[in-house]
């Protein structure tokens, strides 16, 4: 059987997939190429969680395109109006006869003597097997696992007499109306679930072992909404883009700069939007400083609303147990519930599990160094998407595709067959992958590559310096080296 070849295979169809496509068509319209999607729809992220209430904790201004206005009236956008932007962007720009659906990467494997990745692929419901090759492979994957989410074992879960669900596996048959709720855990996931459930539940409980920083913004951008009536569309979202970017910039900063002062700011807000009887300082009150996990948004403060109208409620605790009739707390109390969700976070994957092998050499991912966030130390022709942690993650993905771009068009200017970030021999230590103290990134930090301690090795965090680096900066920067490949 022939095996198909591409300049380029994007693996990935989500967010990140589908901007990288639009960038490589814009960029570099000789180059063929192929999306391979995992799943049998696109969409990543957005098309995997259908949870109650499901939406972006990042503006769409950034979370957006910067090749595609945002348009609608909300700036903190829903999951199924997120979905759809994204597939009008591949119905747009004619990617959806590019996207190979239910094909799910396996393996990677790198021939110098080609100069060239051939990939094996599981393809269809039986899971067969097919090869393809390519020149240059962009990973769009992200960071998680599609199977399944991370929930620790708890104590006679087995006892309990209701329903455990967890809202990567969201059954769409849950019946929670006039249910008492309990949902563990006080990340993006719980603060989004808490006030759409309360809607319709008999209450809602957000069990936190500790609490997260919580800040309340406005679902709509007043000034975006503005400048939409007042400029053509392009300009006026493109003017909105640079102000949420410079805004989320200087907030990070001044966190950093003034933790104390920042962390007492967020705290008083959240006690001013909760009666006065709420104890704020149990339970929006973090041990860290802020940024040293991701903030938790709320759009127009619903989590505080729900609070307020009594449908819902906190509980800073630890699980010390299932009963039949609910959880037993770490302190004694008695929990009652008929649904417990188990919004405890994500389980890591690096590189969608693919196995990595250049000229029969197993890639050792976690002893690999990450170049400017985007490619591996001593591994020819590949380049992975990975957003901040502190901004949205489309800031990156942008970055990095349109990058990938000027990679490639300088390959064909000069006949190289091969681009590779070669690590020095000293000078650069060796740190982790992101300096996050998230439970979800600490137990999975042994999947991704290490950072280094300076520049193009240590990942900047910062959009400005980015976009000055991957987008201006020279491509010969004595670190990414261009060859012939072999004779």
Request: hydrophobic residues 40%; contains cysteine; positive net charge.
């Amino acid at each position: 059987m022939t095996m198909e070849h591409f300049d380029t295979l994007i693996v990935g169809a989500g967010l990140s997939g589908i901007g990288s496509a639009v960038h490589l068509r814009q960029r570099c319209p000789g180059q063929s190429f192929a999306i391979l999607e995992g799943r049998a729809r696109l969409g990543g992220t957005w098309d995997l969680f259908r949870y109650p209430g499901v939406r972006s904790d990042s503006d769409m201004y950034t979370l957006g395109y910067s090749f595609k206005p945002w348009t609608a009236g909300e700036a903190i956008a829903d999951g199924a109006s997120i979905l759809q932007y994204i597939q009008n962007t591949a119905q747009e720009h004619e990617l959806l006869t590019h996207i190979r659906f239910n094909h799910r990467v396996t393996e990677a494997v790198w021939s110098s003597a080609q100069s060239q990745w051939t990939l094996t692929v599981q393809t269809g419901t039986n899971a067969e097997p097919v090869h393809m090759s390519c020149r240059f492979l962009l990973m769009c994957s992200g960071y998680y696992n599609y199977a399944h989410g991370y929930t620790p074992a708890f104590a006679g879960q087995d006892q309990f007499a209701g329903r455990v669900v967890h809202p990567q596996e969201w059954p769409q048959d849950l019946n929670y109306r006039g249910r008492r709720v309990v949902v563990i855990g006080s990340g993006a996931t719980a603060m989004t679930l808490v006030p759409a459930m309360a809607k319709d539940a008999a209450h809602v409980t957000m069990l936190q072992r500790s609490p997260t920083y919580v800040v309340a913004r406005p679902r709509s951008d007043a000034i975006a909404n503005a400048l939409r009536r007042l400029l053509p569309t392009g300009l006026a979202y493109g003017l909105t883009r640079w102000k949420n970017v410079m805004l989320g910039l200087l907030f990070f900063r001044l966190a950093k700069r003034r933790p104390e002062q920042f962390k007492e700011g967020i705290v008083k807000a959240a006690a001013a939007a909760l009666p006065s009887a709420f104890d704020v300082r149990t339970h929006f009150n973090p041990r860290y400083k802020p940024w040293d996990q991701r903030l938790c948004l709320v759009p127009d403060g619903d989590l505080f609303a729900a609070i307020r109208s009594g449908q819902a409620d906190v509980v800073t605790d630890t699980v010390g147990g299932f009963e039949p009739g609910g959880i037993r707390l770490g302190s004694g109390a008695l929990l009652p519930a008929d649904i417990v969700v188990t919004a405890t976070g994500l389980d890591l994957l690096g590189f969608g599990g693919m196995a990595l092998r250049v000229d029969g050499k197993a890639v050792d991912i976690a002893k690999s160094m990450s170049y400017k966030g985007m490619m591996l130390s001593g591994v020819p022709n590949m380049a992975y998407v990975i957003g901040y942690t502190n901004a949205s993650w489309t800031l990156k993905s942008d970055l990095t595709g349109a990058f990938v771009c000027r990679v490639l068009r300088h390959m064909h200017r000069t006949g190289s067959k091969v681009c590779m970030p070669a690590l020095p021999e000293s000078g650069v230590q060796p740190q982790p992958w992101v300096d996050f103290s998230s439970g979800y990134i600490q137990r999975s930090l042994d999947q991704f590559p290490l950072q280094g301690s300076s520049s193009p090795w240590r990942l900047n965090q910062n959009y400005l310096r980015d976009l000055l680096d991957l987008r201006f900066r020279p491509l010969a920067d004595g670190v990414l080296e261009f060859s012939k490949g072999a004779a």
